[in-house]
T-cell receptor, first 114, second 112 residues
Framework: EAEVAQSPRYKITEKSQAVAFWCDPISGHATLYWYRQILGQGPELLVQFQDESVVDDSQLPKDRFSAERLKGVDSTLKIQPAELGDSAMYLC????????????FGPGTRLLVL | AQSVTQPDIHITVSEGASLELRCNYSYGATPYLFWYVQSPGQGLQLLLKYFSGDTLVQGIKGFEAEFKRSQSSFNLRKPSVHWSDAAEYFCAVDTNAGKSTFGDGTTLTVKP
């Protein structure tokens, strides 16, 4: 069964450093989502792609976060510089289309900023 | 803007007992509604979803949920809980544009 791949699974960094997370969605899925999940809370959407285009990045802190999906396949989420409050689980999900579609989640990247 | 409330942060049930997890949503139009389960340190897995039609939805692992428009609720149920059901459960609402909003989750503990 096809799965969403994410790497790394765990990342420890110091504040002010740059970090990057990678996501490879299920083959053929046009939509890709990045979520941030703070401990004890539900996932919060950071950015949504439809193919290579950003559909929604209203909750993305653009002064330090960036996301790209250049060829409409895999995606990278970057934080520069990292802050203590960025410690969280970063989840990637993909789907075949928008509008109530089923989202398939990857295992996530657990980030700890020291 | 849509929102989701899961009133119970933590629920404990005995193995074999029935389960109901509550979810209330706020959205102006007919929503798409989902329940996901998350095991520790893992991503989310879809249990079931409601788009339209029959308000009682069957999902995987013996779960079901009932959409009640008058109460803006989408509660998750299981008649007999297994120890392996211990996890965190998230309710989510989705718009036509695919923007999902999740509740803060309910942690389920299963007593032997």
């Amino acid at each position: 069964e096809a799965e969403v791949a994410q790497s790394p699974r765990y990342k420890i960094t110091e504040k002010s450093q740059a970090v990057a997370f990678w996501c490879d969605p299920i083959s053929g899925h046009a939509t890709l989502y990045w979520y941030r999940q703070i401990l004890g809370q539900g996932p919060e959407l950071l950015v949504q792609f439809q193919d290579e285009s950003v559909v929604d990045d209203s909750q993305l802190p653009k002064d330090r976060f960036s996301a790209e999906r250049l060829k409409g396949v895999d995606s990278t989420l970057k934080i520069q510089p990292a802050e203590l409050g960025d410690s969280a689980m970063y989840l990637c999900a993909s789907g075949q289309d928008r509008g109530g579609e089923t989202q398939y989640f990857g295992p996530g990247t657990r980030l700890l900023v020291l | 803007a849509q929102s989701v409330t899961q009133p119970d942060i933590h629920i404990t049930v005995s193995e074999g007992a029935s389960l109901e997890l509550r979810c209330n949503y706020s959205y102006g139009a007919t929503p798409y509604l989902f329940w996901y389960v998350q095991s520790p340190g893992q991503g989310l897995q879809l249990l079931l979803k409601y788009f339209s039609g029959d308000t009682l939805v069957q999902g995987i692992k013996g779960f079901e949920a009932e959409f009640k428009r008058s109460q803006s609720s989408f509660n998750l149920r299981k008649p007999s809980v297994h120890w392996s059901d211990a996890a965190e459960y998230f309710c989510a609402v989705d718009t036509n544009a695919g923007k999902s909003t999740f509740g803060d989750g309910t942690t389920l503990t299963v007593k032997p």
